[in-house]
């Protein structure tokens, strides 16, 4: 695969004014964005690493659009206003990696572009026997039409196992939707879960589905299911129980087909307990039950992990860094991780950023936080190389790393996420900046470019 096609990422069909939030996606995701009306004719030079539809945009095209594109071996993501369950179909159908509701996330667009093929088909990378065997057996229990609980500490991949189930289940060919409970106050959440009519209340200029109604034929996830208010689990119970969604300020229930998986970092008993999770929708949710291991039940995974992690931001950043050095493995495979592995994750990311080297080194990796005292060490403390004082000779000289004001910030938001377990709205509550401001900063493109 050509350099060319990894990096270039084609959207296709999107309105001009989104144009900029999708070009900051790609980017961020190491990709070049280039935008289309319509897929070019005849063969294009150089091919995309992946293609993103607008259904909107492309209209009755699509299907056509991503058939011609898998005929070519290149992956196909679309997305459109209001999936309908027939659109999925025909999505499933042509060949479509993804179909899901708008908007276009950042996420999704670095899944796609960013997919590893040492990942295999279930999207986990593992080495790990016993993950190996849970997996086996999750696949089985994904054939089944029950809703589901995902359970395991933060960073243990509890959204990518709800991927794996819904693309091992019948419903493969219907959307994926999912709604984090935690990021949305409690009135607004009752209406992106179900929808409102027009003037329900100051605001709601127009009758607008749900995302129960969005994920009809398909999978609806719930994360952090014990962040929802109580009265409304109670609503959600009777989703689950008799198929049917009130939307707000309707006036008669609207019938909806949609399997539900929820995840959760607590004990789900201990929630019952006291209080934040009603016990009925526990075990409506318990057909299909998993909990996804800590990152120290499956240690023969970190190494090809933090392998895995260099490749990926090597690449984003463009720094020639081949791998880990022997001790730099022994020293990651022998440290606990509490946030699992996304705790790995931002490990090797900021040692990435950080380092000048070949290869990591033990001291790339352990600098976890930058303070004066950090920066003015002695040698060999934070990548080999000490700080001049100002006003100091010219040939003494600060870290190679030269970081730049948004990468200080990229690695305080990094190590404010680890310290709360990869919570949001805990890290931009001790940051001191909105919810939408740190998804915005997570999210936007990086100052430094291959």
């Given amino acids: 695969m050509s350099s060319d096609r990894e990096l270039l990422v084609w959207l296709v069909g999107f309105h001009d004014g989104l144009h900029g939030d999708l070009a900051d996606a790609v980017r961020g995701a190491g990709g070049r964005a280039l935008f289309l009306?319509?897929?070019?004719?005849?063969?294009?030079s150089p091919a995309p690493r992946c293609v993103f539809l607008d259904a909107d945009?492309?209209?009755?095209?699509?299907?056509?659009?991503?058939?011609?594109?898998?005929?070519?071996?290149?992956?196909?993501?679309?997305?459109?206003?209001?999936?309908?369950?027939?659109?999925?179909?025909?999505?499933?159908?042509?060949?479509?990696?993804?179909?899901?509701?708008?908007?276009?996330?950042?996420?999704?667009?670095?899944?796609?572009?960013?997919?590893?093929?040492?990942a295999g088909e279930s999207g986990f990378i593992t080495e790990s026997p016993a993950m190996r065997q849970l997996l086996k057996k999750v696949k089985k229990l994904a054939?089944?039409?029950?809703?589901?609980?995902?359970?395991?500490?933060s960073g243990t991949g509890k959204e990518r196992l709800a991927a794996f189930i819904h693309e091992h289940s019948p419903r493969r060919d219907g959307p994926l939707v999912a709604v984090n409970c935690a990021s949305l106050p409690e009135g607004l959440l009752e209406s992106e879960l179900f929808g409102h009519e027009k003037g329900a209340f100051t605001g709601a200029d127009q009758r607008r589905e749900g995302r129960f109604q969005q994920a009809q034929d398909g999978t609806l996830l719930l994360d952090e299911i014990t962040e929802m208010p109580v009265d409304l689990q109670a609503k959600l119970l009777r989703v689950l129980q008799e198929g049917v969604v009130d939307r707000v300020g309707g006036?008669?229930?609207?019938?909806?087909?949609?399997?539900?998986?929820?995840?959760t970092n607590r004990d789900p008993e201990t929630a019952v307990a006291e209080g934040q999770l009603r016990a009925d929708l526990l075990y409506r949710l318990s057909v299909v039950r998993v909990r996804l291991p800590d990152l120290a039940q499956r240690a023969e995974d970190i190494p090809v992990l933090a392998e895995h992690f260099v490749r990926l931001y090597a690449q984003r950043y463009g720094r020639p860094i081949e791998g880990l050095d022997p001790d730099a493995r022994d020293y990651l495979q022998n440290r606990s991780w509490p946030g699992n592995v996304r705790e790995l994750e931002n490990a090797i990311h900021r040692a990435v950023v950080l380092s000048d080297k070949r290869r990591l080194s033990v001291g790339d990796l352990t600098e976890d936080e930058l303070s004066i005292e950090s920066v003015s060490a002695p040698s060999g403390q934070f990548g080999g190389d000490s700080v001049a004082p100002v006003g100091s000779s010219s040939e003494e000289r600060l870290p190679e790393a030269d970081l730049t004001i948004q990468e200080m910030e990229d690695l305080l938001i990094a190590r404010t996420l680890e310290r709360v377990g990869g919570n949001r709205t805990r890290a931009a509550e001790l940051l001191g900046i909105s919810i939408r401001t740190l998804r915005n900063k997570l999210n936007r493109p990086r100052e430094r470019e291959a």
Avoid: W, Y
């Fill in 251 to 263: 006036h008669r229930p609207e019938s909806v087909n949609v399997r539900v998986l929820a995840t």
């Fill in 37 to 44: 009306t319509g897929p070019p004719e005849g063969s294009a």
């Fill in 143 to 153: 054939g089944s039409d029950g809703a589901g609980l995902l359970c395991g500490a």
């Fill in 57 to 118: 945009g492309l209209g009755p095209d699509t299907e056509a659009v991503v058939q011609a594109l898998v005929a070519d071996g290149i992956p196909a993501g679309v997305v459109a206003t209001e999936p309908s369950p027939e659109q999925a179909r025909a999505m499933g159908r042509a060949g479509a990696e993804d179909f899901r509701a708008k908007p276009l996330t950042a996420e999704v667009v670095h899944a796609l572009v960013r997919r590893d093929p040492a």
